[in-house]
T-cell receptor, first 119, second 118 residues
Framework: AQSVAQPEDQVNVAEGNPLTVKCTYS??????LFWYVQYPNRGLQFLLK??????LVKGSYGFEAEFNKSQTSFHLKKPSALVSDSALYFC?????????????????FGRGTQLTVWP | GAVVSQHPSWVICKSGTSVKIECRSL??????MFWYRQFPKQSLMLMAT?????????EQGVEKDKFLINHASLTLSTLTVTSAHPEDSSFYIC??????????????FGEGSWLTVV
């Protein structure tokens, strides 16, 4: 079974400090991993994804994430947080194409982490 | 970039009536779209997978007669909440992936639709 865990419901950081939002996953086969951000009353915006290649993935708005296969993690990071980064962040894993019965595009989401950056 | 549009963004309806939410892929064709439901401050719950030209696949516990899904074209899927009740009030989000995409395609989400049943 595919699953994603975001162990922290809430992350609070001061503006200008580095931030990390944690994500671990469990998936059969090679994972395709995604991070999305959701602002209040809005849909999800794509931040970045890992499919293959370099373990460090750079995405939108200065965010990056590092794929760690041995730890089955895909933590989201940013060197210097902004107040405008305050939002709900979701980690997601996509079912590999090799899985029988998988549906292209089906995502499994973590429960979300509320990031608050204070001035 | 790819854009997925949902309409309406907000809808209020009376209990017992039906309401339709549209999901459109604006600059790509999507044979598959997904409908999610999200409760406040919670994660997304997949309701069903919408397949162009065929019946939708519903997740366990989701009433197919309650949540009617139609995917009549490669750019449009609709979710109709029939005989709505206050407990159906929620944030509904759709997503779509490109047709024929190689592995690693990005899934794009609509802006979501707030449904309030009074």
């Amino acid at each position: 079974a595919q699953s994603v865990a975001q162990p922290e419901d809430q992350v609070n950081v001061a503006e200008g400090n580095p931030l990390t939002v944690k994500c671990t996953y469990s998936v059969s086969g090679n994972p395709y991993l995604f991070w999305y951000v959701q602002y209040p009353n809005r849909g999800l915006q794509f931040l970045l994804k890992y499919i293959t290649g370099d373990n460090l993935v750079k995405g939108s708005y200065g965010f990056e994430a590092e794929f760690n296969k041995s730890q089955t993690s895909f933590h989201l990071k940013k060197p210097s947080a902004l107040v405008s980064d305050s939002a709900l962040y979701f980690c997601a894993v996509r079912v590999p194409l090799a899985d029988r019965g998988s549906t292209l595009g089906r995502l499994y989401f973590g429960r979300g982490t509320q990031l608050t950056v204070w001035p | 970039g790819a854009v997925v549009s949902q309409h309406p963004s907000w809808v209020i309806c009376k209990s017992g009536t039906s309401v339709k939410i549209e999901c459109r892929s604006l600059d790509f064709q999507a044979t598959t779209m997904f409908w999610y439901r999200q409760f406040p401050k919670q994660s997304l719950m997949l309701m069903a997978t919408s397949n162009e030209g065929s019946k939708a696949t519903y997740e366990q516990g989701v009433e197919k007669d309650k949540f009617l899904i139609n995917h009549a074209s490669l750019t449009l899927s609709t979710l109709t909440v029939t005989s709505a009740h206050p407990e159906d009030s929620s944030f509904y989000i759709c997503s779509a992936s490109r047709t024929g995409a190689i592995s690693g395609n990005t899934i794009y989400f609509g802006e979501g639709s707030w449904l309030t049943v009074v």
